[in-house]
């Protein structure tokens, strides 16, 4: 008898960018208080930049603690000390995601297949 193998759940994730200011992470300003670098795009890539790659690409934890190479390119032209705002939004793979906010940007897009927790 072989064993039964676990339903396989498949899910999508979506890396989003946008220029954010200071008033927009208001909410987050406790937190930010603590933290000694502001979320501006020179942070992200003095933090989180990859070494050997170009200057805009940097890697984060996603919601799975897996690192994920992505590109900043999108704001290359904007002031370094402006505020980027990244967002993780995950779903099933079938799911329809919403339409991006206007001045969001679609960073990377990509499916993880984990075993079904029922």
Do not use: C, W
Not at 18 to 34: A, G, K, N
Not at 50 to 67: A, C, H, M, Y
């Amino acid at each position: 008898m072989t064993p039964s193998k676990e339903p396989t759940l498949i899910t999508r994730i979506q890396i989003i960018g946008e220029v954010s200011d200071e008033e927009s992470v208001h909410h987050f300003l406790r937190l930010l208080d603590r933290v000694p670098e502001r979320p501006t795009l020179a942070t992200l890539i003095s933090k989180h930049g990859v070494d050997g790659s170009d200057n805009l690409e940097i890697e984060l934890l996603d919601k799975f603690q897996t690192k994920q190479r992505f590109s900043l390119a999108p704001f290359a032209d904007v002031d370094p000390d402006t505020y980027i705002k990244i967002k993780f939004l995950s779903g099933p793979a079938e799911r329809e995601f919403p339409a991006l906010e206007p001045g969001a940007i679609l960073l990377k897009e990509y499916l993880v297949a984990s075993p079904d927790e029922d």
